[in-house]
């Protein structure tokens, strides 16, 4: 059996191309799942009861999804609901940030949750308001919990964009797929594409262990 | 009635103007009464001392007084107007009124300093200088001007609860609300802040200490409401309250507590 590792350098264009993608991905979603994460879990937190029934019941269906599913129902059956016809692209974006939302609301919640409730009374105490409370206590202590949270969510989430290869979407897996299917090095394509996502997604790892250690709270 | 001890038995500072006014206040938890009409009157530059078993409403009377809880029937006056109900005006009469709890809570995301600020700055729009200020007269005052930079914690119990006065105080309210401010501490930083306290009495400031230390309020209280099954059983002077008890409920309390005068 011989091997030709040219072919990754042959491709190199293509695969930069698609690992541009891939963090064009990564970036769109959570710049869209954050505020929306933020708002889903403030409506849970405060909205009237039948917002606060919607908001769980998206959370607690797109969190128990396997994130393919979502990928395929976006594809197919947006489609019809909507009937926008969307290019793939903002298709699989789609399914991301609908899954990443629904976890990064848990998260955002999480936090809120975790400030005991003494910190938003002694804030009250001094003459704060409801939302001077929020804004001066308990979003900076949430905050510092949060982070390391969505640090995890953010490389999970890296690597996760994979998944839209299925429906076209030219991001490094995709790319690297069919580089294999056209010029038959499987073994080699794979390697590449394991190497790739492996050395982008290692220092990231890392970044992520020094964020929780550097956010660590201390009470 | 008219010889000297008998004074000890009168309510001195009576004749200041009534800064707080409990008047037959009634807050329950769905089907727990906690307080089942409870009258007081804290006057001008008075320590008022609530004590009494646990569970007996007079940490909730005191979370009242500031619409941390709100009642379910009687009233409230501060300083001659009835208790807001509405946050605007709650927010405006909390501002006069300093809290301090049994558990600090300090803001931990920030040094002392910016913990004492935090008032000035957000609350009363003070400007950061002038904020910055008052942080460091009032860390002063409690004894902590070397821990201005320090986080909560960096810094002991008794530390901790001095800057939460600290930070109380720097708002410059008329009455000082003390829930159980010695409770969660080590028995050897006790001290330190009754001793806090203390020098805040002796200045004229008017305060109300829900507090399980009978000798504190002994030697610093002014008037002392005994609490029991959310009513007050017994209110007067020290005098009266330890050393010759009218009820029987204040006497099982104190000899529960060993106290013997």
């Given at each position: 059996?011989?091997f030709?590792?040219?072919v990754v350098?042959q491709?190199?264009?293509a695969?930069a191309?698609?690992?541009a993608?891939?963090?064009?991905?990564?970036?769109?979603t959570?710049?869209?799942?954050?505020?929306?994460g933020?708002l889903?879990?403030?409506?849970?937190?405060?909205?009237?009861a039948?917002?606060?029934a919607?908001a769980?019941a998206?959370?607690?269906l797109f969190r128990?999804l396997p994130?393919?599913l979502?990928v395929y129902?976006a594809?197919?059956?947006?489609?019809i609901?909507?009937g926008?016809?969307?290019?793939a692209?903002?298709?699989?974006l789609?399914a991301?940030s609908?899954n990443?939302t629904?976890y990064n609301?848990?998260t955002?919640?999480a936090?809120i949750?975790?400030i005991r409730?003494?910190?938003?009374?002694a804030?009250?105490?001094l003459?704060?308001?409801?939302?001077q409370?929020?804004?001066?206590?308990?979003?900076?202590?949430?905050l510092?919990r949060i982070?390391?949270?969505?640090?995890?969510?953010?490389v999970?989430?890296f690597?996760?964009t994979?998944l839209?290869?299925v429906?076209a979407v030219?991001?490094?897996?995709?790319?690297?797929m069919?580089?294999?299917?056209q010029?038959?090095?499987?073994?080699e394509?794979?390697t590449a594409m394991?190497a790739?996502y492996?050395?982008?997604?290692?220092?990231?790892?890392?970044?992520?262990?020094?964020?929780?250690r550097?956010?660590a709270?201390?009470? | 009635?008219s010889n000297?001890?008998?004074?000890s038995?009168t309510r001195?500072?009576?004749?200041?103007?009534?800064?707080i006014r409990?008047?037959?206040?009634?807050?329950?938890?769905?089907d727990f009464?906690?307080?089942?009409?409870?009258?007081?009157?804290v006057?001008?530059?008075?320590?008022?001392?609530?004590i009494g078993?646990?569970?007996s409403?007079?940490?909730t009377?005191l979370r009242?007084t500031n619409?941390l809880?709100?009642?379910d029937?009687?009233?409230i006056?501060?300083e001659?107007?009835?208790?807001?109900r509405?946050?605007?005006g709650?927010?405006a009469?909390?501002?006069?009124?300093?809290m301090?709890?049994q558990n600090?809570?300090?803001?931990?995301h920030l040094?002392a300093?910016?913990?004492?600020?935090?008032?000035p700055?957000?609350v009363?729009?003070?400007?950061?200088?002038?904020?910055?200020?008052r942080?460091?007269?009032?860390?002063?005052?409690?004894?902590?001007a070397d821990?201005a930079a320090?986080?909560p914690?960096?810094?002991s119990g008794g530390?901790?609860?001095?800057?939460?006065?600290?930070r109380?105080?720097?708002m410059?309210p008329?009455?000082?609300?003390f829930?159980?401010?010695?409770s969660a501490?080590?028995p050897e930083?006790?001290g330190e802040v009754?001793?806090?306290?203390k020098?805040?009495a002796?200045?004229?400031?008017?305060?109300v200490?829900?507090?399980h230390?009978m000798?504190f309020a002994?030697?610093?209280g002014d008037?002392?409401?005994?609490f029991d099954?959310?009513?007050i059983v017994?209110e007067?002077?020290?005098a009266?309250?330890?050393?010759r008890?009218?009820?029987a409920?204040t006497?099982?309390?104190?000899?529960?507590l060993?106290?013997?005068?």
């Open positions: 059996m011989t030709d590792w040219s350098w491709h190199r264009d695969l191309g698609g690992t993608t891939t963090f064009l991905l990564t970036f769109a959570m710049a869209i799942a954050v505020p929306c933020l889903v879990a403030a409506l849970r937190l405060n909205g009237p039948p917002v606060r919607i769980t998206y959370v607690e128990n994130l393919i979502v129902w594809y197919y059956v947006l489609p609901l909507t926008l016809g969307l290019p692209l903002a298709t699989g789609a991301l609908l990443v629904a609301s848990e955002f919640r936090g949750n975790s409730r003494g910190q938003v009374e804030a009250m105490a003459g704060m308001s409801r939302a409370a929020l804004r001066r206590v308990v979003a900076p202590q949430a510092r982070t390391p949270v969505l640090a995890s969510t953010w999970s989430l690597k996760d994979s839209v290869s429906i030219t991001e490094l897996a995709y790319v690297s069919q580089i294999r299917a010029t038959f090095r499987v073994l394509m794979l394991a790739i492996w050395l982008l997604g290692y220092p990231q790892a890392k970044l992520v262990d020094w964020i929780q550097r956010y709270v201390t009470e | 009635m000297a001890s008998d004074l038995l001195v500072k009576a004749g200041g103007s009534t800064i409990y008047m037959e206040v009634v807050k329950r938890y769905g009464t906690a307080l089942s009409g409870v009258s007081l009157d006057y001008a530059g008075e320590v008022v001392c609530l078993p646990s569970g409403g007079k940490s009377l009242c619409g809880e709100t009642i029937g009687g009233d006056e501060f001659g107007s009835r208790l807001a509405d946050e605007r709650l927010r009469m909390r501002q006069r009124m300093g301090v709890f600090f809570e300090l803001f931990p040094t300093e910016q913990n004492v600020a935090e008032g700055r957000t009363q729009r003070s400007g950061t200088a002038e904020a910055r200020r942080a460091l007269a009032m860390l002063d005052k409690v004894g902590l821990k320090s986080f914690s960096a810094l530390q901790q609860q001095r800057v939460a006065i600290a109380a105080l720097a410059e008329d009455v000082m609300l829930d159980e401010p010695t501490l080590d930083t006790i009754l001793g806090v306290m020098a805040l002796d200045e004229g400031m008017t305060m200490v829900v507090t230390e000798s002994r030697r610093v008037w002392v409401a005994v099954a959310g009513r017994e007067g002077p020290p009266q309250i330890f050393d008890p009218a009820t409920r006497r099982d309390f104190l000899s529960h060993g106290w013997n005068g």
